[in-house]
């Protein structure tokens, strides 16, 4: 084997511990925003920039959610829990490797705050206000680790951090965004975040957090109202889907619209009514793998639009 492939190998436990593929995945969101934003792509230097700061950024706030979360995740792994496997996003690579023993905290430590200044440098060269959104999604993500054991509400904390990224590349490529667009990105975001993946996501741990007397809204509220939070979630990120087109600098006409619907309903509702039907850790699985890819999705339907 040559040390090439070996330190690539060796690099693999950190891309776990920062959930990478999914990370990958959900840069797909503040690309998309930013697209929305502008009308038009941005210059060379900011796209680059940009891309490389979001990576950073979510890289970052993944492991630090390792991090902080550290203590309650051994406990679930002892309990049996986080097993992979590539049916399950976050299961591609190894899930929590630095509760499983496979990392140390000062790798973890280390790994975390170099993300960490990445994104804070590319974060002020793109917009101050970057750095402030960062740092606050930080703190905030912390936050939400903590409180596992104090209030299911943690998941209006969880839907504010993942709302930053989107809001930040907004901020990016304009320092004066319409208010009324970024108040539409922030709901489209928060809504789809917490019906499409904290809740599905909390209910596939749902008999590790019992054990451990976790506050999540599967274990607070129970499997049957959870799963219809989520779907009432998951309506209201689907309705705001084309009021965020609307209300974006692009002229979006019929198709786009009803394509942006098609792709919700396939990506979203359909397996959250599936949900409905039989509430079992395999359906919310399949409603987080997939409502995963409808940021994404909507950003493939602008580049093609942009395209024509």
């Known amino acids: 084997m040559t040390s090439t492939t070996f330190s690539f190998d060796r690099l693999n436990p950190f891309w776990a511990l920062s959930r990478t593929p999914h990370g990958i995945i959900d840069m797909a969101a503040p690309a998309l925003a930013a ?10 230097s900011i796209t680059l920039i940009g891309l490389i700061t979001a990576f950073a950024g979510y890289t970052a706030v993944y492991a630090l959610n390792d991090l902080v979360d550290c203590r309650t995740d051994q406990i679930k792994v002892r309990l049996g829990g986080y097993e992979d496997g590539e049916q399950y996003l976050d299961g591609v690579l190894m899930r929590h490797p630095l509760a499983k023993g496979v990392l140390s905290i000062p790798q973890a430590l280390i790994w975390t705050v170099g993300w960490s200044a990445l994104a804070l440098m590319g974060a002020y060269w793109l917009n101050p206000v970057c750095v402030y959104i960062f740092l606050g999604g930080c703190l905030l993500e912390a936050a939400y ?11 209006l904390i969880n839907g504010i951090v993942k709302s930053l990224g989107s809001i930040a590349a907004v901020y990016a490529v304009n320092p004066a965004p319409a208010p009324l667009f970024v108040a539409v990105l922030f709901g489209w975001i928060f809504f789809w975040e917490i019906g499409g993946q904290n809740i599905p996501n909390d209910w596939t741990d749902i008999d590790e957090d019992r054990s451990v007397n976790a506050k999540t809204i599967p274990v607070k509220f129970g499997p049957r109202r959870a799963v219809m939070l989520s779907v009432a979630c998951l309506v209201l990120a689907f309705f705001l889907t084309p009021l965020l087109l609307m209300a974006s600098a692009l002229h979006v006409e019929l198709f786009s619209l009803l394509a942006g619907a098609g792709l919700g309903a396939w990506l979203m509702l359909l397996p959250a009514w599936r949900l409905v039907e ?3 850790r395999q359906r919310a699985m399949a409603l987080f793998n997939r409502a995963s890819y409808f940021p994404l999705s909507l950003l493939i339907l602008v580049l093609l639009r942009m395209a024509v």
């Open 35 to 44: 697209l929305l934003c502008l009308g038009h792509f941005p210059s060379f």
């Open 145 to 155: 680790c903590l409180l596992w054991r104090t209030t299911p509400l943690r998941a």
């Open 278 to 280: 039989k509430a079992d």
